[in-house]
């Protein structure tokens, strides 16, 4: 594996985890206050976390499951995304106007990374074997 496809995968064995780390850092001192709701988000975000992680290993041993997975975490993680920074229960550092931009970037992200899943000739290659 190389190229780009070796890209997304560090993105999806690294980036999720590390913003859902970040996520339960900032949260725990006042996960008792926020309640249910907060407990339910960081669970969806640990869900999506554990799902890149999964996804980057079935991509790195070209497991036929691999750009399928790939391709559902990237949308899993772009909801959240989008999620955490209009209709979020945890503490967040986003200023008010900075919002949808950010949830452009994250949306045009993920979209990327599917097209590139969807044409390229090296991930249909790879799985078609």
Known sequence: MSGWLLILSIVLYIWQPVTFAGELLMSMGSLGMRGAPAVIELLAHGGSAGLSIAASRALSNQTPAGPPMAAIALVV???????S??????PHNTMPGDKLPLAVLTVAHSTAWLVYLR???????????
Not at 78 to 83: E, K
Not at 85 to 90: M, R
């Open 77 to 83: 993680a772009a909801v959240l995304g989008v999620q």
């Open 119 to 129: 044409r390229s000739k090296r991930v249909s290659a790879m799985w078609r074997e």
């Open 85 to 90: 920074l209009y209709w979020s229960s945890l």
